[in-house]
């Protein structure tokens, strides 16, 4: 059975329950093989990975789920959601999968990640373009798209344009439709991702993988290799591909460098 991490006050002070939207995609032959659970950033839902990354996983032998953040996608709204309860939706949905699951989460979601880490014994997880947060990221964000971002200090939702999530190989005509679909996270949460702490270690001591592109307009290189460095590790590069990787118009090359480390079972290696 999975096990979560609890502390006293979190059962003082229980998440509220919403219905959480869960896309998936699985293969025709179960080869026991562990599910990866996909979280999406702030402004994407479930939907980001099924248009291309969930069918792609199952072709491969893996099972794969993605969730809708609350208020994203098609979850419950959530308008005063904490980056806490977007953990707990996380950690809600890897416990009902049947086996210990892989966790990957892109941009904020990376964050949110994270968070569910230190709840959840994942069986290794990927951070993918993350933005972890701190007044750093904040910076980055002003300097780089201060249009964009300047309303979201003061409530407002963040926005990311087309030239920040995606390469110029990718369709204008694809790109305007992904951009259409985004939305807005939930004013505490943002907040939060900008100011907070860092979350507590994680149980277990999965292995991580970091990636993303150093041509991201949202992630500069050196923030990928902070985040690495964290786990001991260098960030996995895909030159010339935006924010967006699972919806790029390269997006197989992450996705099977991905599925090609989780082969190699970094957690049997961990166990030496």
């Known amino acids: 059975m999975t096990e979560r991490v609890m502390r006293s006050w979190e059962w003082a002070r229980p998440v509220r329950p919403v219905r959480r939207e869960v896309l998936s995609a699985v293969p025709e032959m179960e080869e026991g093989r562990p599910p990866l659970l996909f979280v999406p950033g702030f402004g994407h839902g479930a939907w980001a990975y099924a248009e291309n990354w969930l069918g ?3 072709a491969r032998g893996f099972s794969a789920y993605a969730v809708s953040l609350r208020g994203h996608g098609g979850s419950d709204p959530a308008p005063e959601a904490t980056l806490r309860a977007y953990a707990h939706d996380v950690v809600q949905v890897a416990a ?64 990311l344009n087309r030239k920040q999530l995606f390469s110029s190989e ?25 100011t907070g702490a860092d979350p507590e270690p994680a149980v277990g001591n999965p292995p991580v993988l970091v990636l993303g592109s150093p041509d991201d307009r949202v992630v500069p290189a050196s923030a990928l290799t902070r985040a690495a460095r964290r786990y001991g590790a260098a960030p996995l590069l895909f030159p010339g591909m935006g924010h967006d990787l699972m919806l790029d118009a390269r997006w197989r090359e992450p996705i099977d460098a991905i599925l090609d480390w989780l082969v190699k079972d970094p957690a049997r290696d961990d166990r030496g």
């Open 170 to 194: 990718l369709p204008d005509a694809e790109a305007r439709r992904h951009t259409a679909r985004l939305g807005r996270a939930a004013r505490r949460a943002q907040w939060q991702l900008m």
């Open 96 to 159: 009902s999968l049947p086996r210990q699951a892989v966790l990957v989460g892109h941009g904020a979601g990376a964050l949110v990640t994270e968070y569910a880490m230190a709840r959840y014994p994942a069986r290794a997880a990927v951070l993918v373009a993350p933005v972890l947060g701190g007044w750093a990221t904040l910076g980055t964000a002003l300097r780089r798209n201060p249009l964009g971002t300047l309303p979201a200090v003061f409530g407002a939702g963040l926005r």
């Open 56 to 58: 792609h996983v199952a």
